[in-house]
C-alpha cells in the first residue's frame, strides 16, 4: 500500500494544523511488534480518517459493506479498508482481516459495531473477540472524542482527542481453552474487558478535560 505510505505522514501534520487534535498514549505503541488491532469507539463519520490518521501504524479499516458504494467507496478501497456485512458473520471480511493480522499487518476496528454517543459505551459485539482468538494477535484500546464538530474542536477549550492504551495480549486464551470455555464464551470475554478498558478511557479522558457541552 504505497500510496497509503505516503499519506499517512502527511495525514498527521495536516489533521494537527487544521483540527487542533490532541494525541494521549501514543507512547504504548512502541510496546508492540506483528500485526495488531486498533479497537476504538465510534461517535462520528470523522472517527475512522482521525484514528487512521494519527496512530503511529499503517491500519486497514473494519468497515460497513455500506460505506462501499459510490462515492466514498473507491476512496476507502484505496486506503485498503475491508468491507464487512453487519448483523451476520461475514465469514469473508474476517478471513481477510485475520490475514492480514497474520502477515504483521495492523487492523482497526469498532467493536460496537456503530456509533455510540460519547461517555455510554457499549455493548460490544463478538468482532474483536473472534479476531483476539482466532488469530493471538494483541490489541490496542482507543477512545476518540470531539469528532462531532470540526468547527467546536478547533477552540483551544474542547480539541478533539484521541486516547491510546497499553496493548492487551491474549494470554489467557489456552487457560480458559483447558478449563473447557468454547470459542464463543472466550470471544464475548474478550470483549467485556475491552469494554472495560474503553470505560477507563473515557474516565481518564473526563477528568483531563470535561465533557463540552457540544457532545453531553
Known sequence: MAHYRFLHPKAQVLFRALMNIE???SE????ISGGVVYACNHIYGWDPPILGGMVDRQVAFLAKAELFRWPLGPMIRWVGAVPIVRGKYDAR???????HLRSGRNVAIFPEGTRKPVGRPGPVKRGLGILV???GAPWVPC???GTKSISQARNPETPMELWIGPPSYPVGV???RAAGLDASAIQTRIGELYLAQLRALSQRAQEHRPLPDYEA
Open 23 to 25: 494525541v494521549h498514549g
Open 28 to 31: 504504548h505503541q512502541s510496546e
Open 93 to 99: 471480511a474476517f478471513e481477510v482481516t485475520r490475514d
Open 133 to 135: 482468538e482466532n488469530v
Open 143 to 145: 477512545l476518540v472524542r
Open 174 to 176: 489456552e487457560s480458559l
